[in-house]
């Protein structure tokens, strides 16, 4: 592999931290432009000073991105407002997502950029029609986020088609591991269930549980999408990033109070959050074929990886779990105890 200086858009976050590490132990050099709205410069730490660079800066100022492409090949673009905070903030939305991924692939072609891996969503689908979605799968998303995602994808595959432009789109269904959000609008379901369940709270599942994810482990999400920048063939295509096992929330519950030994854990229903997606699931073939993607870690695997992570860290959960708002998409962002009218 050629060493080369990439540019990771959103690299202070979950997956741009993990996607970073992976570049610096490969021996490239990485230039991380983040706002830190959602994510934490701790979430470099560890990684070679004299091979990743952050830079404190928002994608949507354009001096900014002029100034950190220089001398970059690859660009990783993960930077995003997330879908929780595009329920109160569309606008936001459409200009992170949308508009200011157009604005960077201007800024990238212009400065000769060899390679642009677009980080897109499953959310893009909306609810599957067929089990396992391939990326011919119609797209008709649910939500104001999945929107954005869309258009930020559709300006990244028009770039390839009419300027030649070497992208690539990813779209990785939900992740979890280390680093994950359980905290205000950015809180995921595996680190809240995982956190309550190791503090002996109930769990609580939006609607009726039956809706479904293919839940993938940070680790190989972001090998995903560090593939989908290195393999030539995959110019100009849209690649899955998931392990195509599907898992109702209902389940993720279970496999959750196993992996944190609290079986005796409650699960309680709450309404469901307006927009969810019913049923989600990746038809991996594809990223087999082009980028040689097989996921290599399990559902239970990655779960027991996570409890053994927030023992390390020495924090207790019930303590983590101050920063959580329950139904998170109906504040502001802020972090006010969230509460919610719950059936068990
Ligand atoms: N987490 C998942 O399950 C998942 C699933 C599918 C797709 N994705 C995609 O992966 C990418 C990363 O998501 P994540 O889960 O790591 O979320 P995250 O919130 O941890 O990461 C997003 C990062 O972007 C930064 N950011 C936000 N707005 C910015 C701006 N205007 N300028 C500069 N930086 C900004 C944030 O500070 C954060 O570090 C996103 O593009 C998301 O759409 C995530």
Redesign the pocket.
Same mark, same amino acid.
């Given at each position: 592999m050629i060493r080369e200086t990439a540019l990771v !858009? +959103? +690299? *202070?976050? %979950?997956? @741009?931290s993990e996607l970073t590490a992976q570049l610096a132990a490969a021996g490239h050099r990485v230039v991380v $432009?983040?706002?830190?709205? !959602?994510?934490r410069r701790e979430n470099l730490d560890g990684l070679p000073a004299d091979r990743v660079w952050l830079v404190v @800066?928002? #994608?949507?100022d354009r001096d900014a991105v002029t100034s950190v492409l220089r001398d970059v090949s690859i660009v990783f673009h $993960? *930077?995003? #407002? &997330?879908l929780r905070r595009a329920f109160v903030a569309p606008r936001e939305a459409n200009d #992170?997502n949308a508009t *200011?991924t157009l604005d960077l692939l201007i800024a990238a072609r212009a400065a000769g950029v060899a390679r642009f891996v677009h #980080? /897109? /969503?499953?959310?893009v689908y909306g609810t599957a029609c067929a089990a396992a979605m391939s990326e011919d799968h119609p797209t008709r998303p649910t939500t104001t986020y999945g929107a954005s995602?869309l258009a930020g994808e559709a300006y990244a595959r028009a770039f390839f088609a009419t300027h030649s432009f070497p992208t690539v789109v990813v779209?990785? %269904? &939900? /992740? %979890?591991g280390p680093r *994950?959000?359980h905290e205000g609008t /950015?809180g995921?379901v595996v680190p809240r269930f995982l956190l309550r369940a190791l503090a002996g709270r109930e769990l609580v599942v939006f609607g009726d549980g039956q809706q479904t994810r293919d839940f993938t482990y940070v680790t190989d999400t972001a090998r995903g999408i560090l593939l989908a920048g290195h393999i030539q063939a995959a110019a100009g295509r849209t690649v899955n990033i998931g392990t195509g096992r599907e898992t109702s929330v209902r389940m993720l519950a279970e496999h959750v109070a196993a992996a944190a030994d609290r079986p005796d854990v409650a699960v309680v229903h709450a309404d469901a959050r307006p927009g969810d997606v019913s049923r989600q699931c990746a038809d991996t073939t594809l990223a087999g074929r082009l980028l040689g993607f097989t996921p290599e870690v399990t559902l239970e695997q990655g779960l027991r990886r996570l409890v053994e992570w927030y023992r390390v860290r020495g924090v207790a959960a019930g303590q983590l779990l101050e920063d959580e708002v329950l139904r998170s998409w109906e504040t502001s962002g802020g972090t006010e105890a969230g509460s919610v009218a719950v059936r068990s």
């Open positions: !858009t +959103g +690299g *202070a976050g %979950f997956i @741009g $432009l983040d706002s830190l709205v !959602t994510g @800066g928002d #994608v949507r $993960l *930077a995003c #407002v &997330n #992170v *200011a #980080v /897109s /969503s499953s959310e995602k779209r990785p %269904f &939900n /992740s %979890f *994950a959000h /950015s995921e």
